[in-house]
């Protein structure tokens, strides 16, 4: 697996991309959905790949469960709660839409690793303390 290249294409400078060709009128107005949810995913990923020191955005300093960070972590597990993945499907000339979220392991996977996060702070719960992520990746592991 290449998490980096899904790092890519859910990073803040796809989603200013977006932003800018919807000024343009170059995409719909529709598309500012996905560039909400392009930019939710990148602050996810800088959550779980926090470091001591940051790069200079605000989600990639270290996870101290602070209002921001919490916040977000619920908001995610809200959008993968609620997502909905629609396959068309059509048998003799009738077409229906299926929900398969189920069948996207992936989508779980997202809610065990928000909740896993929050339940190892819950764990420490020092103020003093703060957690640097991207050493708990599997990599490190």
């Known amino acids: 697996m290449k998490v ?12 200013a991309g977006m932003r800018t060709c919807i000024k343009c009128n170059t995409l719909p107005i529709a598309a500012d959905t996905t560039v909400n949810f392009i930019d ?3 602050k996810l990923f800088d959550i779980l790949n926090s470091k001591p020191k940051a790069d200079g955005k605000e989600f990639n300093l270290p996870f101290k469960n602070n209002p921001k960070q919490k916040n977000h972590l619920i908001i995610m597990l809200n959008i993968f709660k609620n997502m909905r993945v629609i396959e068309t499907k059509s048998v003799n000339g009738i077409t229906t839409n299926v929900d398969v979220k189920q069948r996207i392991k992936l989508i779980n996977g997202w809610q065990i690793t928000i909740k ?6 819950d764990d420490i719960q020092k103020p003093q303390y703060f957690l640097c992520t991207n050493r708990l990746n599997q990599d490190c592991l």
């Open 4 to 15: 980096r290249f899904a790092s890519q294409v859910f990073s803040a400078t796809v989603a």
């Open 116 to 121: 896993s996060l929050l339940q190892l702070w």
């Open 40 to 42: 939710n995913m990148d």
